[in-house]
């Protein structure tokens, strides 16, 4: 007989404004046990300086983790220069120091060539695994190891503010494993200087935007019991508003659910125009629903996940 899991099931999607100081996965679990939830994930790692959207997956919601995780973010962070850190950020300890201070016109000078499709240098003090180990264990450890360039997509990368010689504030939006912190430090490299993150927010994930975000006291507050901060549950469906909809009839989804891919012919007319069609995502409706995701591709539509 199978163990009944603890807890109550829930499906949606909790957009939670993370504080500063604690890790993703702590805020995870502060909100899985406020909700008595059974299941739980979140949808990109915000490290513990890092405050902003850090949307939290329930139950079936966790089905569409990597569809957020792959969808535009926005970030705010400041660069303090002169100082070069381990962790590229203002946890880590100061290993350089240098007296140049870029003016903005240098700044603005360099950011082209940070903007696209980029090769980066991960933080050393990352989550990537190297040899079976976590970067950031064998930096702990004085072993920190030679990470290689990795693609990077970089869409916007702007000046936004000056409060001083030593700051500098930006916005950037990106995609998927983008490191804020490695954009940082090598901006500053790139400008004559060193340099690390003292400020970071994300300000979206996808369809999640700051305006959606509930603080974490919300659901530390003792008066709040876990069926009133279900109420702030968005759907699951939510995730997905940015990928095109295509609605299927029930014997076209009844296919569809059994593994059968279904011809583009049959869909002429229907297929939306945003859909790529060559190995492009759509969400697929079927009795006014979100019921699959499936992708276009050889002039079929095959599924990828059912919900």
């Known amino acids: 007989m199978a163990r009944q899991k603890k807890g109550r099931k829930l499906d949606g999607w909790i957009i939670l404004d993370k504080p500063q100081g604690i890790t993703s996965t702590q805020a995870l679990n502060k909100v899985k046990r406020a909700l008595d939830a059974q299941k739980a994930g979140h949808g990109g790692t915000l490290d513990p300086l890092a405050t902003g959207i850090l949307p939290i997956a329930l139950g079936a919601a966790t089905k569409t983790v990597p569809y957020v995780m792959d969808s535009t973010k ?20 100061v290993i ?18 940070f903007i696209g499709n980029i090769m980066q240098v991960p933080p050393v003090f990352s989550a990537l695994k190297v040899a079976g180990e976590r970067a950031y264990d064998m930096a702990r450890d004085g072993r920190p190891p030679e990470l290689p360039p990795r693609p990077a997509q970089v869409d916007r990368f702007e000046l936004i ?7 500098a504030e930006f916005e950037v939006q990106s995609g998927k494993g983008v490191y804020m912190r490695s954009l940082a430090r090598d901006l500053a490299r790139a400008c004559g200087t060193v340099g690390h993150i003292a400020v970071l927010r994300r300000l979206r994930v996808g369809p999640f935007l700051e305006k959606m975000a509930v603080p974490l006291d919300k659901f530390l507050d003792p008066a709040h019991t876990p069926a009133s901060l279900a109420e702030t549950l968005l759907p699951l469906s939510t995730a997905l508003d940015d990928i095109p909809a295509l609605a299927l009839n029930a014997a076209e989804f009844h296919a569809l659910s059994q593994g059968q891919a279904i011809s583009l012919v049959d869909l002429m007319g229907r297929i939306p125009e945003a859909a790529n069609p060559d190995e492009g995502l759509v969400r697929v409706t079927a009795a006014g629903r979100v019921a699959a995701l499936a992708r276009l591709s050889e002039g079929w539509l095959k599924p990828e996940r059912l919900f």
């Open 74 to 93: 926005i970030y705010h962070f400041t660069i303090r220069f002169g100082e070069a850190r381990d962790t590229d950020d203002a946890e880590g300890e």
């Open 96 to 113: 350089v120091t240098s007296d140049a201070r870029p003016t903005d016109d240098e700044i603005r000078a360099a950011l082209p060539q």
């Open 161 to 167: 503010g000056r409060p001083d010689a030593d700051h």
